[in-house]
């Protein structure tokens, strides 16, 4: 049985204590207290204290925000120190105020307000930040604290991790925090990665509350033009609030991450295709899929397991009455370029094969207590499990002794599910958890950084995948990628599908708001079911929508609820999902190198690989949906059942169509409908920026000894580049992973391309769209024959040829540049 907590009494007393020392006035007393400056300031933010008013401003000099009566303090006449006092619907017992000024300055620098709350003002350790303490304990009732911020109609704000409900968040309320939900089909309120953290880009100005009391953000819903950032548990102390302003919006994802830790990255192998089944018979339907794939000429390089797999859940036994000949399986998998990720949980069972495991952990203190400190029984489909307390070194080792058995065994990664369990409440109450590292209340959602740091230690450093359900502000740098769960087979938004039932969880559209709300909130890999889950199988619509999304975002997955999401089953799909799908995958593969370009920065400072397209141009009345991947591709995912077109706003721009090469000037605001059908993604490319993508098909990023099997690890495919490029009158220029740099601008008689050799790629294929016939290309003034089009480019030797396609208006170079850096002159 689930216990409400009760606040520690040295807490009650600290709270009952500084209470009694304000009662004899209104304005808490300004005995001992030195005369309030008129202002105070640091970094981007000053604070006027008569009246009370806040200031940010931003990099460029210019005021970004400001708000009068910018803290609220929320209070009851009899706080019940085990009640759960909502952050994000406030009961009606609670009765705000909004302090009006300061009275005065304490010996520690913090300045008193009006009614005995206080407020500190400091540098931050980042550049261009400043941190706000607020300290409500000393206000008599006090149970909630807010700071309150402008948020003008229409404005979009981002941020606050994981969200189906779109990557603006504008008219919504955000929950810091992960809680059973009854008004939702799952039961939960879907919060699974949440992060405090709000960010207007319009203004260029971010707010990171850096603690992890339950919270909650109001964004306009209950009261149009505010944001509000509400907080419980003021007699924990003060609330630290961080405050920064960038010059541009991604620069705001930068300082965040500079606040917190950079994100992981997974191995390179993981931005390959991966399949899945939500449920595998025997190793030869394993190694069915895995054959088709191959013959079908769909590439990939990871292959999951899920569950069941073990003999008992978390004995880390494999069940050979199911997977016969394992080992055997397992080395014709890495035979033919797969790694294989298994799927796992934190629980153990208090019987059957587990039974002395959970005796062993009981008897030790590695499960998470309730506070009598007894081992909680956790509600499970299984039945009651405990769950292990991640945050005991001992419970760890003890798990990773688990752990190893597969891993010895082959496995490179881990699909982990759940590890939501330590919530902040329930049923109104605030819950007693007792665990290694401190209580329920503080180690909600970062628990899930010890859960997955014990797969994550397990693996090879630097070789591990891990896609996991849950996460939190600075856990990211032991999360290699998020997946949300499961979403419903469809094209079905958050909260709205119209039968009326509870708000459902959403399909497609959610998918893409998760993946995309994560993105700028510190987690840049995310990676959704390709097709749903909720509901079995999908539609042939359905599944070939999200593939054709999933393509262009980071880790390309396919697999969910029903007998398979496999496109060749023809018993499930129609065409043309197998030729589309095929397609998809086939580009995601291809563009490796560039999304291993881009993930690599955002292992260095957090910059989004996937990026909200009114983030990155907040003026422009892009649709939610839309996304750039890095700063090239502009893509508008199809979300309507049944649609053959779409309406877009183009960005701020020229974007050419990456399909038809039309070309189209963007400008934030004109409604275009572009053709959608069904094998179709809108997709553009920005005009002055490289794509480098692979320049010849493989099969697999890993290397490979299956007859037949094709390897980027291979030379013969993984050194030549094919860079995209839409000459617009500028200069393009971009440093690939491997220190490869290619360069493209107006010079000399005509065009001039520049390319410098990095540790994999020496041989470049320019693909130059939109442009006219070449009088002639020339490498260091020799000139380049001219061939037949671009098939026999491929294949011509050095030092290169070219082949321009009229109909298309696309120039295709191959060029040389084994001997060191080369230079591509283009004459008219």
Not at 49 to 58: A, E, N, S, V
Not at 202 to 208: E, L, N, S, T, Y
Not at 399 to 406: E, L
Request: charged share 20%; net charge negative; glycine share 12%.
């Amino acid at each position: 049985m689930v216990r409400a907590r009760r606040l520690a009494p040295s807490s009650l007393l600290i709270a009952v204590t500084a209470a009694a020392l304000v009662a004899c006035g209104d304005d808490g007393g300004d005995d001992g207290l030195d005369p309030a400056p008129a202002e105070v300031s640091a970094g981007p933010v000053t604070i006027a204290t008569d009246p009370l008013r806040i200031t940010i401003t931003g990099v460029d000099g210019e005021v970004a925000m400001a708000r009068d009566a910018f803290v609220e303090i929320g209070a009851v006449a009899s706080p019940d120190p085990t009640r759960y006092y909502d952050p994000a619907a406030p009961p009606s017992s609670v009765t705000w105020t909004a302090p009006a000024r300061a009275i005065g300055v304490d010996g520690d620098g913090w300045l008193v307000l009006d009614g005995g709350a206080r407020l500190r003002l400091t540098a931050g350790a980042v550049a261009d930040t400043a941190t706000l303490e607020l300290d409500a304990a000393a206000v008599p009732g006090a149970v909630l604290e807010r700071v309150v911020l402008p948020l003008d109609a229409g404005e979009p704000i981002h941020g606050f991790g994981e969200s189906f409900g779109g990557a603006d968040a504008a008219g919504q309320v955000r929950q810091a925090q992960f809680l059973l939900d009854t008004a939702s089909e799952s039961g939960l309120n879907e919060a699974h990665v949440p992060v405090p953290l709000a960010l207007w880009p319009a203004r260029d100005v971010g707010v990171f509350v850096e603690d992890r009391r339950v919270g909650a953000f109001d964004l306009g819903a209950a009261r149009p033009g505010d944001a509000l950032a509400t907080f419980g548990l003021p007699a924990r102390g003060p609330l630290p609030v961080q405050i920064f302003v960038a010059a541009e919006p991604l620069d705001l994802v930068r300082r965040y991450v500079a606040l917190t830790v950079p994100p992981a990255v997974p191995p390179r192998w993981a931005f390959a295709p991966q399949q899945w089944r939500n449920e595998h018979h025997s190793s030869d339907e394993v190694r069915d899929d895995a054959g088709q794939m191959r013959a079908l000429g769909i590439p990939g390089s990871v292959m999951w397991i899920d569950n069941p797999w073990q003999t008992a859940y978390n004995d880390f036994v494999v069940d050979e009455t199911r997977f016969a000949g394992f080992d055997a399986l397992m080395a014709e998998l890495a035979a033919q370029g797969y790694r294989v990720v298994f799927w796992s949980t934190p629980y153990l069972q208090p019987d059957g094969l587990t039974a002395a495991d959970y005796q062993q952990a009981r008897a030790s203190d590695w499960l998470v207590r309730d506070d009598t400190g007894a081992a909680l029984a956790f509600p499970w489909k299984e039945g009651p499990v405990g769950l292990i307390d991640f945050t005991d070194p001992d419970a760890t080792a003890f798990w990773r002794q688990r752990i190893a058995r597969i891993v010895d065994r082959g496995a490179s990664g881990f699909k982990l599910d759940y590890g939501e369990d330590v919530v902040p409440a329930f049923s109104g109450a605030l819950l007693g958890m007792q665990l290694a590292a401190g209580d329920g209340q503080d180690l909600h959602g970062i628990f899930n950084r010890y859960y997955h740091d014990a797969y994550l230690g397990a693996l090879p450093a630097g070789d591990g995948f891990l896609i996991t359900r849950a996460g939190a502000w600075g856990e990211q740098d032991r999360n290699t990628c998020i997946w949300p769960g499961d979403l419903d087979n469809d094209l079905t938004r958050h909260g709205d599908d119209g039968d009326g039932a509870p708000g459902n969880v959403g399909g497609l559209p959610a998918a893409i708001a998760g993946g995309l709300s994560l993105s700028v909130s510190g987690y840049p890999f995310y990676g959704s079911d390709i097709g749903g889950y909720r509901g079995g199988a999908p539609t042939t619509e359905t599944l070939i929508r999200w593939a054709e999304y999933a393509a262009l975002g980071t880790i390309m997955q396919l697999g969910g609820g029903g007998p398979s999401h496999n496109p060749w089953d023809a018993t499930l799909y129609d065409d043309p999902a197998l030729a589309v799908y095929t397609a998809y995958a086939r580009l995601h593969m291809d563009l490796n190198p560039y999304l291993w370009t881009l993930a690599r920065q955002a292992g260095v400072d957090g910059t989004p690989v996937t990026r909200p397209a009114r983030f990155v141009y907040p003026t422009a009345a892009c649709d939610d949906a839309m996304f750039l991947l890095g700063d090239a591709l502009l893509v508008a995912p199809v979300v309507d059942p049944g649609a053959t077109a779409r309406d877009v706003v183009l960005p701020p721009g020229r974007w050419l169509d990456w399909w038809t090469d039309a070309v189209a000037d963007g400008d934030g605001a004109t409604v275009t409908t572009v053709d959608a059908p069904l094998t179709r993604l809108p997709l553009w490319l920005a005009v002055d920026r490289f794509v480098p993508m692979f320049a010849r098909a493989a099969d697999t990023l890993i290397a490979a000894t299956a007859p037949g099997v094709t390897s980027y690890a291979d030379p013969a495919y993984g050194r030549e580049l094919r860079l995209v490029l839409a000459p617009g009158g500028g200069a393009a220029a971009i440093v690939l992973h491997d220190g490869a740099t290619a360069t493209g601008g107006p010079g000399g008689a005509g065009y001039q391309l520049g390319f410098t050799p990095g540790d994999e790629y020496d041989i470049a294929t320019f693909e130059l769209r939109g442009v006219a016939a070449p009088g002639a290309v020339t490498v260091g003034g020799v000139a380049l024959a001219a061939v037949a089009d671009a098939a026999a480019v491929a294949a011509c030797a050095a030092p290169g040829c070219w082949a321009h396609d009229a109909a298309g208006g696309r120039l295709t170079i191959r060029a040389f540049a084994t001997a060191g850096a080369i230079q591509v002159e283009v004459a008219p």
